[in-house]
């Protein structure tokens, strides 16, 4: 059984930081090609990030190009979305979702559906 437990986020003022966990069990992350993914309400869902699968090269949207870093601990098979210079537009429940193998591209940020797995979401909200 695959599950995707997000955790982190919380309430932050503009211009803090938080860090996202992204807990895989039932897969091992380093054959995953894993992606953050968030929605805000009202809004279609963004495609945030993603690490590909083996050394694990990275993939960020251009809204959060510079602020946001992606990385992944294979032995805790954990996905981690450290979140700098958070601006009240970040404000959004923000998801993990999985895909075998894979390097990291735009295509994975384009096609949330099209992951095999997805977690619950974790809420982050930035005040102005």
């Known amino acids: 059984d695959v599950q995707l437990q997000a955790s982190g986020g919380g309430l932050v003022q503009a211009g803090g930081s938080l860090r996202l966990s992204c807990a895989a069990s039932?897969?091992?992350?380093?054959?995953?090609?894993i992606g953050w993914y968030r929605q805000a309400p009202g809004k279609e869902r963004e495609g945030v990030s993603c690490i590909g699968s083996g050394h694990g090269n990275t993939y960020y949207a251009d809204s959060v190009k510079g602020r946001f870093t992606i990385s992944k601990d294979n032995a805790k098979n954990t996905v981690y979305l450290q979140m700098n210079s958070l601006k009240p537009e970040d404000t959004a429940v923000y998801y993990c979702?999985?895909?075998?193998?894979?390097?990291?591209?735009?295509?994975?940020?384009?096609?949330?559906?099209?992951?095999?797995?997805r977690g619950k979401g974790t809420q982050v909200t930035v005040s102005s």
């Open positions: 039932g897969i091992a992350i380093d054959a995953w090609t």
């Open positions: 979702a999985a895909d075998p193998w894979g390097l990291a591209s735009s295509d994975y940020m384009s096609d949330p559906d099209g992951m095999d797995y």
